[in-house]
């Protein structure tokens, strides 16, 4: 059997437990012609390059599949016809890599990063610039009480 990777995104307005089951749904398309789904990875709700059905962002799902070329044309044709489906794309791999995709790790990457040179708790102060609270209220300057 052939191994495809089918990466889909579904509509900004759905929960992540919709989504969910969506992915579930399509990988019983696989499995009920003959394939099986290696991994599954959620991406997460990223934004669209552009609009796509009047959506700016999509969640995003990605699929490995090991089966025959019909399971990956029904999968494909049940994805066209689903009104939750924005975009779809399946492509012929020649081998399964059960590492993490690449998205997910850039996703976990950010974490690791130091905290940014520009925050503005580490900012210098100078001496001779008057702080928040020394300045004068309304109260203080003066005027018909």
Do not use: C
Request: hydrophobic share 30%; net charge neutral; charged share 35%.
């Amino acid at each position: 059997m052939a191994f495809y990777e089918s990466v889909f995104i579904a509509r900004q307005d759905l929960s992540t437990q919709q989504v969910e089951a969506l992915t579930e749904q399509m990988a019983g398309v696989v499995a009920g012609h003959g394939g099986k789904v290696a991994k599954t990875e959620q991406w997460g709700l990223r934004s669209l390059a552009y609009r796509i059905k009047k959506n700016r962002k999509g969640h995003y799902t990605q699929l490995t599949i090991d089966g025959p070329a019909a399971a990956v044309q029904e999968l494909e044709r049940q994805l066209g016809l689903n009104e939750d489906v924005l975009r779809s794309l399946t492509l012929r791999i020649d081998a399964i890599d059960m590492e993490p995709s690449a998205i997910l790790q850039a996703k976990s990457g950010r974490d690791d990063r130091p905290p940014r040179r520009g925050d503005r708790d580490d900012r210098p102060r100078h001496d001779d610039r008057p702080r928040r609270d020394d300045r004068p209220s309304f109260n203080d300057v003066g005027g018909d009480e």
